[in-house]
């Protein structure tokens, strides 16, 4: 039986995973639904350059939904759709894509729903 009430928090993790060169890193929680994730990306961070050498897969095929805290980020899509989102957005991401951070800010992202594989040695 589900417990009436649960809590967790992205900032005692269950899990920290950095990403490639310093840029970044995923931090997770574990509910009975799945993982929830806090991502921070740094200025200079590519999916292509610090994570795809972790995943191995020549773009992202995580499933993402989630919601920007702050930053921006641009995502292409391998067939060329692209769009870029800022704070206080909520995205959906279907496979197959690039991202990286726009300007001068982290980028940080909760994501309930693609990050527990992502950047997973």
Same mark, same amino acid.
């Given at each position: 039986?589900?417990? #009436? %009430?649960?809590?967790?928090?992205?900032?005692?993790?269950?899990?920290?995973?950095?990403?490639?060169?310093?840029?970044?890193? %995923?931090?997770?929680?574990? %509910?009975?639904?799945?993982?929830?994730?806090?991502?921070?990306?740094?200025? #200079? !961070?590519? !999916?292509? %350059?610090?994570?795809?050498?972790? =995943?191995?897969?020549?773009?992202?095929?995580?499933?993402?939904?989630?919601?920007?805290?702050?930053?921006?980020?641009?995502?292409?899509?391998?067939?060329?759709?692209?769009?870029?989102?800022?704070?206080?957005?909520? =995205?959906?991401?279907?496979?197959?894509?690039?991202? !990286?951070?726009?300007?001068?800010?982290?980028?940080?992202?909760?994501? !309930?729903?693609?990050?527990?594989?992502?950047?997973?040695?």
């Amino acid at each position: 039986m589900m417990p #009436g %009430l649960v809590r967790k928090s992205l900032d005692s993790p269950e899990e920290t995973r950095p990403f490639e060169g310093g840029t970044g890193q %995923l931090q997770l929680v574990n %509910l009975e639904q799945g993982a929830v994730g806090r991502a921070t990306f740094l200025p #200079g !961070w590519r !999916w292509s %350059l610090h994570v795809k050498p972790i =995943a191995k897969t020549e773009s992202c095929q995580a499933s993402h939904m989630g919601y920007f805290v702050s930053g921006r980020m641009k995502v292409v899509m391998d067939d060329g759709e692209e769009l870029e989102y800022g704070p206080g957005d909520f =995205a959906t991401m279907a496979p197959g894509h690039d991202a !990286w951070v726009v300007g001068d800010d982290p980028c940080v992202i909760i994501d !309930w729903q693609g990050f527990a594989d992502y950047a997973k040695p």
